[in-house]
Structure formats: structure tokens, C-alpha cells
């Protein structure tokens, strides 16, 4: 059988991609830095975090509205962008003390510099495991493009966490992929603790009886709980845990970019909306909220499924990377900077083929969905209204409504990419000795029967 066609780059087109790439990347360090100047720099979601290390340095109550916090600690009585208490977990205060001890603009570029060096590291670490020598000139190249992409460039304007997380769910999976499991466990707890986000992996760990990483996870979320209750107080603590944090995602849960599984049930059956209104497709209040769980708990029960019949275990770290995006009760554009994971797997298949044309037009559509920001496809939705709610919203049809759960359908896409590479023994991490060659035989004869 004639193996599919591939992908042949010229000297001269691989210039002009970099050069496009390039320009992208400016345009990012651009918006980056416009950020830190008012009014931008008040409407950061970085304020968040920063009153509430302010907040415990004052002896404060962490979860107070923001607004309110802004006006006791740094005299602003102006702030409105977050009109709710902040929906950090009780931990990242503690982290975030440092902070608390400068003047919020200078907190804001401290900030800045901590999540570079994250990200840079990530990009160090990728490039590792990739294999490609670590040279100054291409690092420097990639980290300029890397400030380019949409998920990156919103991370660094808001001043959001991903980037931290990142660096940790990366440092969580090279880990795991060497059954060092306590460390890599460790990591999770500790990403958990920041963000109640990557525990599927938490659950695929116990399912596949790696106790020692399930333990390292509960003992490091465990403590790092239990340090924030030594220090503020136990109060707090549960009233994040029984009330800010479920009270902040209801909040959220009909905003119209948050792509999150969770709103299905909304979108569905009660309408959604913030930046417009889209009516329901049949209007159910049961039905609503019997969905708004049930899809959740579906999307997570198949990544569980899937991911321990993967051979490689990057496989089902990938997915169910992908799938803790999913089932995240809030899911903003930044979050995808954890898809940096299934990305790379990706690429790295594909080049280890020779980009057969059709999975990797795939591919890169489907990365380019992912490459634009919530707010541009809430904003092409608002083109088709037609008419406005009495307090002026603009009510859309449902079906352009849908429009914003793009970044969840080309994540989608991606997992799938991740699952159908999985099919060769020659990907398995313990499969090292397998000639390249022969990867790539197969893996071209396999994506030709596919696509």
C-alpha cells in the first residue's frame, strides 16, 4: 500500500513561516507589556491574588469581595473588573505572600518575571524531552514565538497561574513516565493545591495502582491545606471550600467563553450569556441540571477509559492532561497552555513520520482554533444578533451561541490525534531501542489507512 503523501518545506518557506511566527511573537510582547499601564494594569486578574496576600499580611479575611478588599489594603475604591471574593484556592495566598509586601504595580512585574522564567523553563524541559540540542539561539527563537500564541499571550496580560502550573504538570510527567511516582505525585498534590485542576491523573494513578504517586498527591494537597489553615485560620479555609469556590463557579458557569463541560447542560436546556444571549434549544430546568453533571462525568469516565488502554503512557498523560481542561467547572482561554503537552506529543509523532499531509493540516487547524482568544469568537457570535434584551444585550441563535465551545471541540480534536498515534508499540516509553526508521514506516503505512 502507497504510504500517504507528506509535507516537503523549502529553505525559502520555512523563512517566511518563522518571519510570520516572529511577528506574531511581537505582536504578543506588544500587548504584554501595553498591560502595565492604566487602566490596563488595575483590570489584571493578578489584583486577585495580590489582595489576598495583602489580605493575610493584614490579617484580613482572604475571602472577602475584591472590591472591598481593594478599598481596605491599597486605598482603590474604584476596582470592579472581579465584583465576587477571589477563586483562588488558600494555598496560592501563602505562595503569593512575597508579593503582598510590594506595591501592587511593582507585584504586577515581579509577577510578570516569575511566570517568564516558568515558561522558559517548560520550553527547556520540552526541548529535552523532545531531543533537540539546547542551543541559546534556537531557545531564544522559540521562546519569542511561544509570546505569540493566544493561551500565552492572555496568561502574561492577565497575570493568571498557568504558567506555574505548567512548569509542574510538565515536571509531574516526566516524572511518572520514569516511575519516579512519589515525585511525580507530589508535583500533582502540589498543582492541585494552586488549582483544583489535573486530578483525572490523580484517579488513572489509582487505577493503575501506582499508590505512591495517589499518596504523594493527597499528603502534599493535604498539607499544603493544613499550612494554609496554621496560618489564617481554619474559617477561610472551609469557606472557600463550601462556599467562595462553589458560589465563583456558579457565578461562571453561563459566561459565554467559558468552554468548560460544565455549561452543556446550560447551553442546552437554560440559555447562556454575558457578552450576548443564547436561548437554550429546548428550555428545561431538569434537564439542565441533570446535564450540567452528567457530561462532566461522561467526558471524564472516556478519558479514564481510553487512557488506560493507551500503550505509551505519554499518550495517556496527554489525554487526560486534555481531559482535566475539559471537566474544569471554569475554563478560559490561558487554560490551554496545559495543552502544550498533548501539542508537542503530537508534533513529535508527526516528525517522527514526516508530516503526512493530512494529519498534520490536521493537526495545525486544529491548533490555530485553539490559538484564538475567547473573547474574538464571543465577539464574531455578537455579528449574528439581530436583536437586543430589554437591559441591551444582543440575543443570538443558538447554534451561533455554540460557537464559543471551539476551543473544547478542537481539544477534542487534538485527543484524538494524541489516542490514533498511540497504535504503535514503537511509541511506548520502554520501547527506546525501536530504529527510527522503523518508526516511521509504520507510523506513515498507519496514518495513510487513516486518512
Known amino acids: 500500500m502507497k ?10 518557506f520555512k523563512r517566511l513561516l518563522f518571519v510570520i511566527a516572529a511577528f506574531n511573537g511581537l505582536i504578543g510582547i506588544k500587548r504584554i507589556v501595553e498591560s502595565f499601564f492604566p487602566p490596563d494594569i488595575y483590570r489584571k486578574d ?12 493584614s490579617g484580613v479575611d482572604p475571602y472577602l469581595p475584591l472590591p472591598e478588599l481593594a478599598r481596605r489594603l491599597i486605598s482603590y475604591p474604584n476596582y470592579s473588573v472581579l465584583n465576587h471574593p477571589t477563586s483562588h484556592p488558600p494555598f496560592l495566598g501563602l505562595l503569593g505572600l512575597p508579593f503582598g509586601l510590594f506595591s501592587y504595580e511593582k507585584a504586577a512585574i515581579v509577577w510578570l518575571i516569575f511566570e517568564l522564567i516558568c515558561l522558559l523553563i517548560s520550553l527547556l524541559l520540552l526541548l529535552r524531552w523532545w531531543g533537540k540540542p539546547i542551543k541559546a539561539r534556537t531557545v531564544a527563537a522559540l521562546f519569542g514565538v511561544a509570546l505569540g500564541w493566544a493561551p500565552i499571550v ?3 496580560w492577565l497575570g493568571q497561574i498557568s504558567s506555574c502550573l505548567l512548569l509542574l504538570l510538565i515536571g509531574a510527567w516526566f516524572a511518572l513516565r520514569a516511575e519516579k511516582n512519589f515525585l511525580g505525585g507530589a508535583m500533582l498534590g502540589g498543582l492541585i493545591a494552586l488549582k483544583l485542576m489535573a ?7 489509582a487505577l493503575r495502582r501506582k499508590w505512591n504517586g495517589v499518596i504523594a498527591a493527597f499528603a502534599v494537597a493535604a498539607a499544603a491545606n493544613l499550612l494554609a489553615m496554621a496560618v489564617f485560620g481554619i474559617n477561610p479555609v472551609k469557606n472557600y471550600y463550601l462556599k467562595v469556590g462553589p458560589q465563583v463557579a456558579s457565578i461562571y458557569f453561563s459566561h459565554d467563553i467559558n468552554y ?5 447542560g446550560r447551553r442546552l436546556f437554560a440559555g447562556i450569556g454575558y457578552n450576548f444571549w443564547a436561548p437554550p434549544l429546548w428550555s428545561t ?4 441540571l441533570l446535564f450540567t453533571y452528567l457530561t462532566p462525568v461522561i467526558v471524564l469516565l472516556l478519558g479514564l477509559r481510553v487512557a488506560l488502554k493507551a500503550k505509551s503512557f505519554d499518550t495517556s498523560f496527554g489525554l487526560l492532561v486534555g ?20 501539542i508537542v506529543i503530537i508534533a513529535r509523532r508527526l516528525q517522527a513520520i514526516r508530516y503526512p499531509r493530512r494529519m498534520s493540516y490536521l493537526a495545525f487547524c486544529l491548533w490555530l482554533l485553539l490559538s484564538i482568544v475567547g473573547a474574538t469568537y464571543s465577539y464574531v457570535v455578537g455579528l449574528f444578533a439581530s436583536q437586543t434584551t430589554p437591559d441591551g444585550t444582543p440575543i443570538v441563535p443558538f447554534m451561533a451561541g455554540a460557537l464559543t465551545l471551539t476551543p473544547a471541540v478542537a481539544l477534542l480534536g487534538l485527543l484524538w490525534i494524541v489516542w490514533l498515534s498511540d497504535w504503535t508499540p514503537c511509541l511506548r516509553s520502554s520501547s527506546r531501542a525501536t530504529p527510527d526508521s522503523q518508526l516511521s514506516s509504520d507510523l506513515r503505512l498507519f496514518s495513510h489507512d487513516l486518512f
Open 3 to 12: 504510504p500517504s503523501s507528506n509535507l516537503t518545506f523549502s529553505p525559502g
Open 46 to 57: 493578578f489584583m486577585s491574588p495580590y489582595l489576598m496576600a495583602r489580605a493575610i499580611v
Open 199 to 205: 486530578w483525572p491523573i490523580v484517579i488513572f494513578l
Open 323 to 342: 481531559v482535566g481542561i475539559l471537566v474544569s467547572p471554569i475554563a478560559w482561554t490561558h487554560y490551554l497552555m496545559l495543552a502544550a503537552i498533548p
Open 154 to 156: 492572555e496568561e502574561l
Open 260 to 264: 468548560s463541560t460544565w455549561t452543556i
Open 285 to 288: 430546568a431538569s434537564l439542565a
